[in-house]
């Protein structure tokens, strides 16, 4: 049985599924286990939350939201004994998808009290943590799309990727990969450490999440007429076998290329100029799974 337990709420997850967070928990998580709420209430400050849980003496952190706040947790709780828990409100849900967490809410309670804790690798994006995946091209672009809409889920994201792919130009880059350099233009390149982006669409198939290695997918320039077979090999799981895909992988990833362009790691969306540098962190996070 767990020893004690930090809820980490974002109030702004949950809309889609109309519930009230803070009362769903206190109604379906048992009452014999201590537990606390920690509200992050302001986007931008993310500090006071970190503060709260360094100082509670927590032994699971439970993130209660999207990607972005699975983020923000798993970046505390990582290279500390705690585990991180997934109470999952998110539109993707990838690192809980990745490792079997129920998107049913009563079903993801159930695992946090008694599911098993496991370790995963991680990985930094020029020092940001990371822990699904990360991404430079096309996917970082919606990224940053998707985060400034007002509107959420599935069908958005997926609106804006066809308003956006007719107008999008593929760019050149030069990849180092654990010393082994190749220069390519892509469609996108995701560094993977689980295999979907969330949302069981699958970029990296192959990839594990406590191998110590990430993959690197980088998705060529494609004819219109292959985005059906592209988009259904990326479902199937595989999108490995696409002729369009050149799949390396590696433990420290440099990207090089000309100017400022977004870039997103687990669908967090920045702005970066010239390069990125990417490093595993193997074993990194201990994290609550079925």
Not at 103 to 117: F, P, S, W
Not at 139 to 167: C, H, M, P, Q, W
Request: aromatic share 8%; with cysteine; net charge positive.
């Amino acid at each position: 049985m767990p020893q004690k337990i930090a809820f980490v709420i974002n109030p702004n997850a949950g809309v889609k599924k109309k519930i009230n967070i803070i009362d769903f928990i206190k109604t379906h998580f048992p009452k014999t286990i201590p537990y606390d709420l920690i509200v992050w209430k302001n986007r931008d400050d993310f500090e006071s939350v970190k503060n709260q849980i360094l100082a509670g003496d927590y032994s699971i952190v439970v993130a209660c939201g999207g990607d972005g706040t699975v983020n923000s947790v798993s970046s505390v709780v990582a290279h500390t004994p705690m585990a991180l828990g997934i109470f999952p409100l998110g539109s993707g849900n990838g690192l809980a998808r990745s490792n079997r967490i129920p998107l049913d809410l009563k079903k993801a309670l159930h695992v946090i009290e008694k599911g098993t804790i496991k370790k995963i690798d991680g990985a930094t994006l020029n020092g940001n943590p990371f822990f699904c995946t990360a991404g430079i091209g096309f996917d970082a672009l919606i990224a940053n799309k998707f985060a400034t809409s007002t509107k959420r889920g599935f069908a958005t994201y997926f609106k804006t990727s066809v308003s956006e792919f007719f107008k999008y130009a593929p760019s050149s880059y030069k990849i180092t990969i654990d010393g082994r350099m190749l220069e390519t233009k892509a469609f996108l390149i995701t560094i993977a450490n689980a295999g979907q982006w969330g949302n069981d669409v699958y970029i990296a198939p192959e990839a594990e999440l406590h191998d110590g290695i990430l993959n690197v997918s980088i998705l060529k320039p494609f004819s219109h007429l292959s985005i059906a077979g592209i988009g259904i090999k990326l479902f199937s799981k595989k999108i490995h076998t696409s002729v369009n895909l050149l799949s390396e992988k590696g433990t420290d990833i440099d990207i090089e290329f000309e100017g400022e362009m977004p870039v997103h790691y687990d669908g967090e969306p920045i702005l970066v100029k010239d390069k990125l540098s990417i490093k595993v962190m193997p074993l990194a996070l201990n994290i609550v799974c079925p």
